[in-house]
Structure formats: structure tokens, C-alpha cells
């Protein structure tokens, strides 16, 4: 019986043949797999070579015609994976887990998260997020990086952009490897810059130094530029603009103010903690003249800043008062395997259920292609009749 096709590929003879002598000696039929034990050493070898050859192979040969993308029903090409790994999380930020809900959503195998990475990969997708929960406390996430920075992207055949978006609660012992994994950029959430502040935030102590020290390993081990991202709440962190400004230029980090938005888990948001975009540029300006910077790309989410001296980078992310879901590139797989076409969906769509039906790869191609025909628009945030979503942000992973 012959190999699996993607086997067949670029086999040298010997090593089919070397296949066939071993399942004789392991005593199964050929093409069963074959307990790498059971391989003589440098069959094990070759096969290893072969396997990691393999998975670095783009899905198909590097697509030609753009219209072969993955759009959603606006036309909208997505491009951009946020892929959570865990909602476990070694924190509970107050405007969060403000449930007593915990963890709620169970953790696939690692095979199982590749496999659709790799579907998406074929379908167009360059950038893949990894987020959670906290996705450094999953076991397993190395190997998955690296298995990732493996493939390549469709359209273009070049590696694929690979970010996470972590608390840097572990960061510090877990930058170098990261890098080693293949991981490029990484964001870190910091609701803070003073210790006591952080710590009322996150409610773990000496949190804020753990995170300082991360974001200077994670500089060190070059996954930067390292972005900030900090969740603004009227009355609780919004004293703290201008120090997180000064932390920019002191430290050479982006930090990105994001506009709080209805995604906690027990919905206790109201538009009066928003801290609204036009507001942010008022206080900074007051601080000293921004500038305003050009956006990396169509869908970037945040409106880049600097100031009149070139030190510091400022990034404004206003889902609230400046949505920007027209140029939304964005499809996300929670941790639990379902898929999610925006942020404020209704629906998890079961894709992990259909994979674990047996559904070939195209059968699950062409199921994604269908479910995001129906991709919301856009969110309807402070509209009569909004709905929150389906799953606070935790459980959905940003
Ligand atoms: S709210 Fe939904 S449509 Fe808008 S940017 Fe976010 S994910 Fe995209």
C-alpha cells in the first residue's frame, strides 16, 4: 500500500523501502504509523527530516490568484488568525474576570490547533495571534510556535508574521525560547506603571516588576518592538496616560490605549468608563505636541502617534468612538476549538466538532468559507438593541 500522498512527495527511494523492511520488523501493515522507536536510527532520522521538510512546505504551491482568498461576505480579505490556546490565566484583572466563572472553556491538543492554522494558512491567512487566558501558562506552546514558524503562507510562500498577546507574567525566563520558537513580536496587556496600581489591577502582588523585567527580556531576546497594550477605565487607570507615555520613551515601547469595551465577563461595562480616543490626544497633546504617525497597513487597528522629539510611539485603538471593523481582517478559534467571526458574535461556530467528525481538509475548507460569508459588518456598541457577546474576552482570547 502506498504512502499518504503529502509522503510521496520528494521521498528518496531507499527510505520508502526502509518504511516498508520496518513495518515487517514492527510487526504492522504498511502505511500503519510506525512508533518512531520502532525505526532503526537513521530511518528515524530521515523520517524526522522528511516530516519537518514537509510541514515547512506551503499547503499547496504558492497561490497565484488573490480571488482564491478567504473573504468574508463584505468583500473583506481575512488575513489575520487570533488562535487562544488556553482561558486559563494567572491573573484576574478587576475589569475582566470580573466573574467568579474561572476557567470555563477546555484546551485542545496541540495537533489539533496546527492542523486548523494550517487549514487557515492555505486559505490565505499571514498573521497568526496567540492568545488566551494567558497562552505562556499552556504546555505544549513551544512546539506549536515552532511548527508555525514552520509553514509558509499561501500567496506569497514567505514565513508567516507570528505575535502573541501575553500579561509578561512569565515572560522574563520564557523570552529567549520564544524567539528560539520562531515567535517575531509580542504584545504585552499592563493596565498600569506604578507597582501599587498594577497590583490593585491585576489583584497579584509584585506583579509589576515580574512584567518590567519581561518586557526588558523580551527587548533583549529582539521580539520587539514590544507593544503595551493598556485597557483604559474612567476613574480606576486613566490617571496613569501620561505616565504610560513617559514609560514609552523611558523603556522604547509602543503603548497602545485601547477604549474599554462591553467584553468582561460579568458585564458591568457602561459607556461612562470609556475613556474615548479624542480625550487621550487632548491629555498627551497637553503633555507635549504628538505627531501623527502613518498606519503599517490598511486593517491596523491602532491610530500611531509620536511627539515633536521622535521619542516615544503612542497607539490608539477606539473600537468605541472610532470604529475601524470596515477594514476588519480578523477571524478568531477560541481555545475549546470553536470559531468565532468577530469580536461581539453571538455564535461560536463548531469547527473542532466537524474535524473530529472526520472531515477532510477540503470538507473543512469549504465549511470556513461558508461561515464567514456571515461575518458580522461590524460590532454595535452603544446602539439600542446592542447585545453583548456570547463570551467575555477572556473566553474568546482578543
Ligand atoms: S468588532 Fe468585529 S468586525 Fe469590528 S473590528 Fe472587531 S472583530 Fe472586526
Same mark, same amino acid.
Given at each position: ?88 490565566? $494567572? ?63 499561501? %500567496? ?10 501575553? $500579561? ?37 502582588? $509584585? ?21 503595551? $497594550? ?5 476613574? %480606576? ?19 497602545? %490605549? ?46 500611531? %502617534? ?93
Amino acid at each position: 500500500m502506498a504512502l499518504p500522498p503529502i509522503f510521496q512527495r520528494d521521498i528518496p527511494e531507499e527510505a520508502s523501502e526502509a518504511l516498508s523492511a520496518d513495518h515487517a520488523a514492527a510487526r504492522l501493515p504498511v502505511g500503519a504509523p510506525l512508533p518512531e522507536a520502532a525505526l532503526p536510527s537513521d530511518a528515524a532520522g530521515r523520517l524526522r527530516g522528511i516530516l519537518s521538510e514537509a510541514a515547512s512546505m506551503p499547503a499547496d504551491p504558492v497561490r497565484s490568484s488573490d480571488s482564491l482568498r478567504l473573504r468574508d461576505g463584505h468583500q473583506r480579505a481575512l488575513t489575520d488568525l487570533r488562535l487562544s490556546v488556553t482561558d486559563r490565566c $494567572n491573573y484576574r484583572c478587576v475589569y475582566c474576570r470580573t466573574g467568579n466563572g474561572g476557567e470555563q472553556f477546555t484546551e485542545l491538543p496541540i495537533a489539533h490547533y496546527l492542523r486548523m492554522v494550517r487549514i487557515f494558512v492555505s486559505l490565505g491567512v499571514e498573521k497568526v495571534r496567540l492568545t488566551g487566558g494567558e497562552p505562556l501558562l499552556r504546555h505544549g506552546l513551544l512546539d506549536l510556535i515552532s511548527e508555525i514558524s514552520r509553514m509558509r503562507t499561501a %500567496f506569497s510562500g514567505t514565513p508567516l508574521d507570528i505575535a502573541m498577546t501575553s $500579561n509578561g507574567h512569565l515572560l522574563a525566563t520564557m523570552a529567549e525560547d520564544l524567539k528560539r520558537a520562531g515567535l517575531a513580536r509580542i504584545t504585552v496587556s499592563m493596565d498600569a506603571v506604578d507597582p501599587e496600581t498594577f497590583a490593585r489591577i491585576t489583584r497579584v502582588p $509584585n506583579s509589576f516588576e515580574r512584567v518590567r523585567d519581561g518586557i526588558r527580556a523580551a527587548q533583549r531576546a529582539g521580539l520587539g518592538p514590544v507593544k503595551i $497594550n493598556c485597557v483604559l477605565l474612567r476613574g %480606576f487607570n486613566d490617571s496613569q496616560i501620561e505616565a504610560f507615555a513617559e514609560f514609552s520613551r523611558r523603556e522604547q515601547v509602543i503603548v497602545r %490605549f485601547i477604549e474599554f469595551m462591553p467584553l468582561e465577563e460579568d458585564r458591568s461595562w457602561s459607556p461612562d468608563t470609556v475613556v474615548p480616543m479624542r480625550e487621550i490626544v487632548e491629555r498627551l497633546n497637553a503633555m507635549r505636541p504628538l505627531v501623527a504617525l502613518p498606519a503599517h497597513h490598511a486593517s491596523e487597528t491602532a491610530r500611531r %502617534f509620536t511627539f515633536d522629539d521622535g521619542l516615544g510611539e503612542i497607539g490608539i485603538i477606539a473600537p468605541v468612538s472610532e470604529p475601524f471593523c470596515g477594514q476588519c481582517s480578523r477571524v478568531r478559534i477560541t481555545s475549546d476549538g470553536k470559531l468565532r467571526t468577530c469580536l461581539f458574535s453571538q455564535l461560536d461556530h463548531d469547527l473542532i466538532g466537524l474535524m473530529l467528525k472526520g472531515a477532510t481538509d477540503d470538507e473543512v475548507i469549504s465549511w470556513i468559507q461558508k461561515v464567514v460569508l456571515h461575518k458580522e459588518a461590524r460590532h454595535h456598541i452603544g446602539e439600542p438593541g446592542f447585545l453583548k457577546p456570547s463570551r467575555g474576552m477572556v473566553h474568546i482570547g482578543g
